[in-house]
């Protein structure tokens, strides 16, 4: 059974600094591409980052490029999104998605506040 | 691409029959389209890709259909367990897409 555990989300002040985490299981990681995808409170959904198997490609969306980074571990099964220079518009439940544009499998998400 | 789902709340009974609708503003790349369910609280689940295949473990009463920018998914005799928001989604071109949802209620 494929699982993807989040963790790492909390509350950040605005300018502020996260690492998020996916631990994945029950399907040969290193061999899919992954995805970030967040969802502001009572809001629709918004991709945010995808990495390729090997970490060779990394896509982001324009407004996210620059302050997130997105990486992996094949060899931890674990998928990782480091986020930057926060703002109160990023406060939102941060879902790992198995795919690289299509969200296959979700984790249970992280949620990130960030708030002064 | 903007995606916009109609109606945003759909009020129908156990049984019943649910068409949602999922319109782009412009033709979407190879009918790439796809149909998300989520439940409250629980992350979305992959329902319909390629605008008309059925994801694993989804049962035959979901379907969807539709090509260029007009899109539909049916619920055909609504269970309990299928009220919920469905949110459509487009990969055919960057940057990748998502309607605002349609809430469907008893």
């Known amino acids: 059974e494929v699982q993807l555990v989040e963790s790492g989300g909390g509350l950040v002040q605005p300018g502020g600094s996260l690492r998020l985490s996916c631990a994945a299981s029950?399907?040969?990681?290193?061999?899919?591409?992954m995805s970030w995808v967040r969802q502001a409170p009572g809001k629709g959904l918004e991709w945010v980052a995808n990495i390729k198997q090997d970490g060779s490609e990394k896509y982001y969306v324009a407004s996210m490029k620059g302050r997130f980074t997105i990486s992996r571990d094949n060899a931890k099964n674990s998928l990782y999104l480091q986020m930057d220079s926060l703002r109160v518009e990023d406060t939102a439940m941060y879902y790992c998605a198995r795919g690289r544009v299509l969200a296959v499998n979700w984790g249970q998400g992280t949620l990130v506040t960030v708030s002064s | 691409i903007v995606l916009t789902q109609s109606p945003a709340t759909l009020s129908l009974s156990p049984g019943e029959r649910a068409t949602l609708s999922c319109g782009a503003n412009?033709?979407?790349?190879?009918?790439?389209l796809a149909w998300y369910q989520q439940k409250p609280g629980l992350a979305p689940r992959l329902v319909i890709y390629d605008s008309s295949s059925r994801a694993t473990g989804i049962p035959d009463r979901f379907s969807g259909r539709g090509s260029g920018t007009d899109f539909t998914l049916t619920i055909t005799r609504l269970e309990a367990e299928d009220f919920a928001v469905y949110f459509c989604?487009?990969?055919?071109?960057?940057?990748?897409?998502f309607g605002g949802g349609t809430k469907v209620e008893i």
């Open positions: 412009q033709s979407v790349s190879n009918n790439y």
């Open positions: 029950g399907f040969t990681f290193s061999s899919f591409w």
């Open positions: 989604q487009q990969y055919g071109s960057a940057p990748l897409s």
